[in-house]
């Protein structure tokens, strides 16, 4: 595991918050709901635990600005560091009790994420990282898997929610995608995704119109388990273009060729 004060800073935030979630999840019929809009939740379980990890953060470094899924962009006196939170990636799953979901948060140090956490509280499974130490789920060190060939892949993506992002346009990835690897799945939650990936779970991840606090921590999680991710057009910073493709070195960039035909 990674020992450093930052890690812990990050570790104890994710985990105070995750509690207030396992509690609502438990009650999940007694929730109040809003909508934001069409297909995009938010719950009282979302709001609370990103107003603990906004506590903890600024209190433990009161200088850093956030990117919060919720509140927004908070400025920070210090510009060259910025907190990318998501308090509950998997909203529709929480809602509709399925047990996938997670909190994250990614830290971007002059443009370069540079420590990842990732908690996914019902099976207590810790996903961390720092930039150059490598990537670890609890105790384990992360590697993508070697898979060489498309047929035997896992692939999984992510999908736009209502009046968000180009539904034919996934249609015809998907079919693409489905006519050459071993298995397409969804599974709601895009920082999982990248975990998964990361931890040789799936072999192939993307995703368009993809917000940077659902990647900043999965992306980094990523590289350090010496995987690949670009934007899913293959441009270098999927931060920027907000949407991504990620795998090992081999298949990464077959799924990019394929993403790029489909769009030609």
């Not at 990674?2 to 994710?14: C, E, G, K, N, R």
Request: aromatic fraction near 6%; include cysteine; charged fraction near 25%.
């Amino acid at each position: 595991m990674i020992v450093s004060p930052l890690m812990t800073v990050m570790v104890d935030a994710v985990r105070k918050a995750a509690r207030g979630l396992k509690r609502d999840f438990g009650e999940i019929e007694n929730l109040q709901v809003s909508r934001k809009g069409p297909g995009d939740f938010v719950s009282a379980a979302d709001r609370k635990a990103e107003a603990t990890l906004r506590e903890a953060l600024m209190k433990a470094r009161p200088g850093y600005g956030l990117v919060m899924e919720e509140s927004g962009v908070i400025e920070g006196q210090d510009k060259t560091h910025t907190w990318h939170v998501d308090p509950l990636d998997g909203t529709t799953n929480f809602l509709h009790g399925v047990p996938h979901f997670c909190i994250s948060v990614g830290l971007e140090r002059e443009g370069t994420i540079v420590a990842a956490v990732i908690y996914e509280p019902i099976k207590d499974e810790l996903y961390i990282a720092e930039r150059g130490k490598g990537a670890f789920l609890n105790n384990k060190r992360l590697r993508v898997a070697g898979r060489q060939d498309l047929a035997d892949s896992l692939a999984l993506y992510g999908s736009p929610y209502l009046g968000r992002g180009s539904h034919p346009r996934l249609l015809k990835e998907l079919a693409a995608v489905m006519a050459v690897t071993g298995g397409v799945r969804q599974t709601g939650s895009a920082a999982l995704d990248l975990a998964a990936v990361a931890c040789g779970r799936a072999d192939l991840y993307w995703e368009r119109d993809i917000q940077t606090w659902d990647m900043a921590a999965g992306l980094l999680l990523v590289r350090e388990a010496g995987g690949f991710a670009s934007s899913a057009d293959g441009g270098a910073d999927p931060m920027t273009a907000r949407s991504v493709a990620c795998g090992n070195e081999v298949l990464q960039r077959e799924l990019v060729a394929i993403l790029r035909k489909v769009g030609a």
